[in-house]
């Protein structure tokens, strides 16, 4: 069978690798340009390290692409965590049709930064989905999905791992189905009564309020915590003084509050607790400007902080 | 306690790992507890692919528990972790040195 890849990110780069291994034939790699050949990781270079033709990936928004795969003969195209949205000349290309790896349940969790939206909302289920793509983002039908628990302490460096550890496979088993029994690959229409899109916003303009229950304040901070890596949405900011304070590490005490909210107190023995609107937070990472520092290097009993 | 046998099994697993980090991660390692975050060796991507390939190819699976950033910080660190976790059974590299991702064409 002829694949074509357009990839992108570690679950892109896993993806290609299980290819290299796999009895498929590997035509077309669509993926970001590496910025210079001693970026040895990127998903560019590996995969003209191990002898595939790569392509840049927004020629995928062009009709131009068309017709260079259909000279490659591709049976099935693979879209992982490529962002670019695909023309629908390109889409109708592959005889058995293009499938996108979504890290998010559909159709609950279209669009982009699924898990930090879904660990904002403070969801404790989480999945991946593979779907048939069509020129509408993330609406085909649905051929295979997963779905595994949010625990207490997954952020949404944790979640996305799990999100790339569950997804490969799923894409695996399409491609082994694919070439076996393509008319068996499954296929359920989304309902789009239950469909919610995301696009790039950040919730409150990545500001959060101490007035907030201590779960939302929480489950804000895991969303964004990328940490020690780029948060694509950064982190929940605060005013402490006359300065811009964004929380790093943060985790529920359970311990009530009747402090007035924003207050930084001592409520156990060791930890730093913030005071919200029902309980204390324990705050141990915050940023300051571009430094990343432990909460008790800036904060002290007694301060406030404001929203 | 076979401290000496423990010993052996991290140092085959650091070499291990620095062999994954250079092949597949395409990064060179100066020393077992070079701090992988301060230098920028590792970032997001290659911190996922590390953990895919620490699962696949010492055959353990990294719990939410074990996902505190610390216990990646280097080499050391990770070999002691792999070493908990697979309760010291973690599996000896083949003769040929075969890794389970696949080797340069060109």
Known sequence: MNVALAAEESAGLHMLRALARGPHRLVAVLTTPAESSSAKASLWNVARDLGFETFPAKLVRTPDLAKQLRSLDVDILLNVHSLYVIHRDVLGVPKLGAFNLHPGPLPRYAGLNSVSWALFRGETNHGVTVHRMEPEIDAGAIVYQSSFPIEADDNALSLSFKCTREGIPLMLRLLEVAASQPEQ???SPQDPAQREYFGAEVPGQGRMSWQWPATKVVNFVRACDYFPFHAPWGYPRTRFGGQELALVKARRTGL????SPGTVGKPADSELGVACWDEWVSVSKVRLGDKYLDAQQVLKPGDCLSD | MDLGGANTDQKVIQARLSALFSDVLHV?????????????LL?????????????????????????????????????????QQTNGNAVPQSADGAHSYPAKTR
């Open chain 2, 43 to 83: 970032d997001s991507q290659r911190f996922v692919e590390l953990l895919l390939y620490i699962e696949e190819n010492f055959h353990t699976h990294i719990n939410i528990e074990d996902f505190e950033i610390g216990n990646f910080r280097c080499i050391e660190k990770i070999a002691a972790l792999i070493l």
């Open chain 1, 185 to 187: 690959i499954p296929s």
């Open chain 1, 256 to 259: 009530p509050s009747d402090a």
């Open chain 2, 28 to 40: 060179e390692v100066p020393a077992v507890d070079t701090d992988l975050f301060d230098t920028g």
